[in-house]
C-alpha cells in the first residue's frame, strides 16, 4: 500500500496539531512486530493522528520503522523528532458520522406509550434528552447524578 502525500504546509498543520497529543503506542526493545503494526493500525483508525515512542536508540532504525509504518498502514509520516514518530490517515467516514452523532447536543425521542387498557390507540410523545440524561425504558428521561465532591482527610474543618 503506498503512503499518502501530503505538502510541506499540510505537514506542517498536522505537526501542530500533534504537538500535544501523547504517545499512543509504544514500541519496546522488540522493535517492529506484527502486534505493534496491529496496534497502530487501531490507534489510527481511532483517532487519524497519532504520536508513537521507540525506545531504542538507533536513529537509523526509528527512521526505517516511520517509514515502514507509513507503508504498510497506508499513513503520512508526519515527524520524526527524537523518540517520537508522528503518524497521520484520514479517518473514515462512517466512523466519524457515528462520533458526531454521539457528540451533538440535544436529541429529540419519540416515545410510543401503550395504553393498559387493550383496543386504544398508542399515545406518541417527543421528548428532548440532553447530554447528561438518558431514556429509560418506562419512556422517562432520568438526569446523570451529580458526583460529591470528597472530603480532604486529615484536614481540619
Given at each position: ?12 498543520a ?6 500535544h497529543?501523547n ?15 496491529k496496534e497502530?493500525d487501531?490507534?489510527?483508525?481511532a483517532?487519524g ?18 517509514q ?9 509520516p ?6 517520537l ?13 457515528l462520533?458526531?452523532?454521539r457528540?451533538r ?9 401503550f ?8 399515545e406518541?410523545?417527543v ?6 440524561q ?5 419512556g422517562?428521561v432520568?438526569?446523570?447524578?451529580q ?5 480532604k482527610k486529615?484536614?481540619?474543618?
Amino acid at each position: 500500500m503506498p503512503q499518502i502525500q501530503l505538502t510541506p504546509a499540510q505537514r506542517k498543520a498536522f505537526r501542530a496539531d500533534a504537538h500535544h497529543l501523547n504517545p499512543v503506542v509504544m514500541i519496546g526493545a522488540d522493535g517492529l512486530t506484527p502486534n505493534v503494526s496491529k496496534e497502530v493500525d487501531a490507534a489510527l483508525k481511532a483517532h487519524g493522528l497519532i504520536k508513537v515512542r521507540v525506545f531504542s536508540d538507533d536513529r537509523a532504525g526509528r527512521e526505517a520503522m516511520l517509514q515502514q509504518l507509513a507503508d504498510s498502514l497506508s499513513a503520512a509520516p508526519i515527524q520524526h523528532i527524537g523518540k517520537l514518530l508522528v503518524l497521520w490517515r484520514p479517518v473514515e467516514e462512517k466512523e466519524r458520522e457515528l462520533d458526531e452523532d454521539r457528540m451533538r447536543g440535544p436529541k429529540d425521542v419519540k416515545i410510543l406509550k401503550f395504553s393498559k387498557r387493550g383496543g386504544q390507540k398508542p399515545e406518541m410523545k417527543v421528548v428532548r434528552v440532553l447530554g447528561n440524561q438518558r431514556l429509560t425504558k418506562g419512556g422517562q428521561v432520568k438526569r446523570a447524578k451529580q458526583r460529591q465532591k470528597s472530603l480532604k482527610k486529615g484536614g481540619n474543618a
